[in-house]
Every structure is written in structure tokens, then in C-alpha cells.
């Protein structure tokens, strides 16, 4: 029954950004409004993703990027305005920050590995476009940050290998304090 639910909640969004992107000639100016859009009108068209606990910015972020890649866009160039526009579209339907960000960036990461990404540059344009998002309504960015870089670093621990290493690096080199947060969990 679930799985049901997910299923058809990542092939609405994949069909969603799919058609709110094709034929455009700016995909990155256009796509963090389309994702953002796609994810308002599925959380106020129905509770019960909510309400059964379905971790629903994941799925957005995986059908998207999907729906993405079904046009032909880099999918590493569109991570960030797929994150924000996720992130952006669940806060302003009523949902948490921490939700969001952690949803968003760790199934970014996840999708990474699926698609053979480069999990570390992905896991840096998640965690940047899920603070960009944060910082449009309002919210807390140091704590997205944290939250972000978290998320990253545990979804990098599950796809395992090199993943953890990679992503560290990148976060260090690419995310401002992400090397103060790195080192504070290691304590």
C-alpha cells in the first residue's frame, strides 16, 4: 500500500516537472518554480503522503530528478534547483524545515548513486539549494546548513564505498561551515 503511494507520488512529480519543462529554453531559471509548484499542488491536493508518514520530500526530489532527466538536462546542473524548489514548495504547504532539507538533500545524494553521479558534487548543489530555499521563507539557514550537511553525510554512510569520503571532501571544499559542522560530529 505504501510503496503504491510512493510509486504513483514520484511518477505524478516526475510527469509534473517533465511537462512544466519541456519546450523551455531556461531550464534553470524556470525549474526551481516548477518543482516548487508541483510540490505545493501535491501537498494541498492531498494529506495523506503526510499523513501516512511517506517521506515526501524524497520523493519529490526523486521524481524530479527523474522528470528532469527525462528532457535531457544534466541532472548534476539541475540538483540545486530541484533541492530549492522542493524545499521552498513543502515549507510553504505547512511542512518542517528539518523535513525538507533532510528528505531533499539525503535522497539527492541517494539519487547520485543510482544515476552514477558524482556523489560528493551532488551532495554540495543539494545542501547550497536546500539553504537558498530556507533563506526565501524565512527560515533558519545555519540550521539548514547543519541540517543539510547531516543529511548528506548519512545518506553517503548508507550508498557506502567511497561515498563518505567523496562527500566530506566536497562539503569541506564547497559548503561554507560545513568543515566547523564535520568536525563537530566527529566529537
Request: charged residues 20%; aromatic residues 2%; negative net charge.
Amino acid at each position: 500500500m505504501v510503496f503504491s503511494i510512493i510509486s504513483s507520488l514520484v511518477n505524478g512529480v516526475k510527469g509534473g516537472v517533465s511537462a512544466g519543462l519541456k519546450g523551455t529554453g531556461d531550464v534553470g531559471g524556470t525549474l526551481v518554480n516548477v518543482v516548487k509548484n508541483v510540490t505545493v499542488t501535491t501537498l494541498k491536493g492531498t494529506g495523506e503522503f503526510v499523513a501516512k508518514g511517506i517521506d515526501v520530500p524524497a520523493s519529490i526530489v526523486k521524481g524530479s530528478l527523474a522528470g528532469v532527466a527525462d528532457i535531457g538536462v544534466s541532472v548534476v546542473t539541475a540538483v540545486k534547483g530541484v533541492v530549492n524548489g522542493t524545499v521552498e514548495g513543502f515549507v510553504e504547504a505547512g511542512g518542517s524545515q528539518d523535513e525538507a532539507v533532510r528528505g531533499a538533500v539525503g535522497q539527492s545524494v541517494h539519487s547520485a548513486k543510482e544515476l552514477g553521479l558524482d556523489v560528493g558534487e551532488v551532495a554540495v548543489e543539494a545542501v547550497k539549494g536546500s539553504v537558498e530555499a530556507v533563506g526565501k521563507v524565512g527560515g533558519d539557514t545555519v540550521a539548514a546548513t547543519k541540517e543539510g550537511v547531516v543529511a548528506a553525510l548519512d545518506a553517503a554512510a548508507e550508498v557506502g564505498g567511497e561515498a563518505i569520503a567523496s562527500v566530506k571532501e566536497a562539503l569541506t571544499a564547497g559548503v561554507n561551515g560545513a568543515k566547523e559542522i564535520i568536525e563537530a560530529i566527529k566529537k
